[in-house]
């Protein structure tokens, strides 16, 4: 995991990797950071990599591999920026490195770990499809709700993201 000092996400971070590892999906990379929105306003993030060499996920589906993306912003951005609070993405990873457009994981922001395994698990079978997947009329895109519960560390997290960005 690369952190640049402790963040207040980390330990959750870490929870969700313990979680995907031991669901068989080994991760190639786990970056957790503050990042800055237009260089006024910072926000917390993760990124966490799959790739079919370290996770063993499908080469044909995924070929470059699958990005789990978490951000909590400070709803501090511009009007058409997010609102206050977490959210969890995904997006397919691009042969030059790049990403596509995320797409919204659909499981709450301060998501358990088991939810996101679950999650994952359905984008990787083709359940939750990446934007801009439009579905034809025999087909229906992702319409099972949101995947799972709340951390049980969840109020303690949100704190120390509130902490932090006061801080900030």
Same mark, same amino acid.
């Given at each position: 995991?690369?952190?640049?000092? =402790? ?11 313990? *979680? ?7 991760? $190639?990379? &786990?970056?957790?950071?503050?990042? $800055? ?14 790739? =079919?060499?370290?996770? %063993? ?5 995924? =070929? ?16 058409? $920026?997010?609102?206050?609070? =977490? ?31 679950? *999650?994952?698990?359905? &984008?990787?079978? %083709? ?18 709700? &949101? ?22």
């Amino acid at each position: 995991m690369t952190t640049h000092r =402790p963040l207040p996400h980390n330990p959750y971070i870490e929870a969700v990797t313990e *979680a995907l590892t031991s669901a068989g999906l080994r991760l $190639e990379q &786990v970056d957790v950071r503050d990042s $800055e929105s237009q260089g006024t306003h910072c926000y917390l993030d993760a990124v966490l990599t799959l790739t =079919p060499e370290a996770s %063993g996920i499908d080469q044909d589906t995924w =070929p470059h591999g699958l990005i789990l993306i978490w951000e909590w912003h400070t709803g501090h951005e511009a009007p058409w $920026e997010p609102e206050r609070g =977490p959210v969890w993405k995904f997006a397919e990873l691009q042969d030059d490195g790049s990403n596509a457009y995320p797409t919204d994981l659909p499981v709450l922001g301060y998501a358990s770990p088991d939810a996101v395994v679950e *999650a994952t698990r359905k &984008v990787l079978a %083709g359940e939750i499809r990446p934007y801009p997947y439009i579905p034809t009329v025999h087909e229906q895109g992702w319409t099972g709700g &949101v995947i799972g519960s709340s951390w049980e560390k969840a109020d303690q997290l949100e704190a120390a993201c509130d902490a932090w960005d006061r801080q900030e």
